[in-house]
């Protein structure tokens, strides 16, 4: 792992740890270990991570407030008072306060404070870091969507369901899975690039090219330039072509790029071959003839010109059009004899 590398995760670390952020640091770390492939890196993040977590439990006993589970008490210095008198807070193995009673516990006991208090946060990313330590990854995903359903704000949901996406795909390797998750995200934000980006990858590496196509026209919609949008006219069409050989649907897509850039000579050399393919003699012919017309290269105009001449005589009988083509290449070129052997042969 090369020295620079190691000086990003540095103050990647120093910017959570300033504002003791460690549950941000894990979810950074975490985001950063699923980007890796590196075995070295990989092994790095791991050990930092598991740091994270070490300083995320001692946060935890540094908490100033209390929260007695057991009791179902509210967040305060003092537990409930009855007629005016303050009752002092229950001890729960010598450990007074809530934080410290969280880190006391075991998973066993953890569960059953959650039943108590079913929608303590607390409780809930307690529970998570013991389960990723004892690796039990569908209980991990389940607190974590408990997590997603409880939380009013859509931005930090939107983060715990591409965490628990994250999580799912480094740890299980479930595509179908995580695929569900960063489709909840989009529930939330049709643009999220993020779960968009890794949809993509996801889709094409279990050949749902369905849903791929439809994820080519929600980025398509949601462009803000004609360039960004053309970009996923050309994935949708190589899909179309490549994937379900449905040569209409990708000349559609071609078309519609044409239409947003009427230069576009990617799109008129793919048209070109898909026409050739299909046998459109027609559809060929006057894509070439757009291609003449965009052309400011005499020797190009001339080849364009010829092939224009061959398809009219050989594949649509059409003695005059595939003269005039000859003729203007002739134009052009007036040594060249291929032109000039059609023009004496048709006349």
């Known amino acids: 792992m ?26 950074a770390l ?77 998973i066993e006991e953890m569960e059953d404070e959650r039943y108590r208090n079913p929608e303590s946060i607390e409780i809930l990313e307690a529970l998570e870091r013991m389960y990723r330590g004892a690796e039990r990854w569908h209980d991990v995903l389940e607190v974590m969507l408990t997590r997603s359903e409880l939380t009013a704000d859509s931005v930090a949901r939107i983060e ?25 995200v989009l529930a939330l934000d049709a643009t999220n690039r993020r779960a968009l980006d890794r949809l993509e990858e996801l889709y094409t590496a279990h050949d749902m090219f369905y849903e791929l196509l439809e994820l080519y026209r929600r980025r398509c919609d949601a462009s803000d330039t004609a360039d960004e949008r053309i970009r ?14 449905d040569h209409f649907a990708a000349i559609d897509r071609l078309r519609e790029i044409l239409a947003l850039d009427p230069l576009a000579l990617e799109a008129m050399t793919r048209l070109e071959q898909i026409y050739g393919l299909d046998e459109r003699w027609v559809e060929l012919v ?62």
């Not at 990003?8 to 959570?16: D, M, T």
């Not at 975490?30 to 890196?41: K, N």
Request: with cysteine.
């Open 2 to 27: 090369n020295e620079l590398r190691i000086l990003g995760l540095n103050q990647l670390e120093a910017l959570y740890a300033v504002s003791s952020n460690w549950t941000g640091l894990i979810a």
């Open 30 to 106: 975490e985001q950063e270990l699923s980007r890796s492939s590196a075995p070295d890196e990989q092994a790095e993040l791991r050990r930092r991570l598991a740091r994270a977590h070490q300083n995320a439990a001692a946060a935890c006993l540094e908490q100033a407030e209390t929260l007695d589970f057991r009791s179902g008490a509210e967040p305060s210095g003092k537990a409930p008072t009855t007629s005016g008198v303050d009752v002092p807070p229950r001890s729960i193995q010598g450990v007074d306060s809530a934080a410290g009673r969280l880190a006391a516990m075991t």
């Open 160 to 184: 715990l369901l591409c965490r628990a996406a994250e999580t799912v795909w480094e740890n299980q390797r479930d595509g179908y899975q995580t695929i569900e998750l960063y489709e909840r």
């Open 232 to 245: 996923w006219l050309y994935r949708a069409a190589d899909c179309h072509q490549a994937q379900l050989m």
């Open 286 to 347: 006057s894509i070439l003839e757009r291609r003449v017309e965009l052309s400011t290269s005499d020797a190009e105009r001339v080849a364009l010109y010829q092939q224009i001449a061959t398809l009219n005589e050989e594949m649509l009988d059409d003695a005059g059009a595939a003269r005039d083509a000859a003729t203007r290449a002739l134009a052009i070129d007036p040594t060249n004899e291929e032109a000039r052997s059609t023009i004496e042969r048709l006349s």
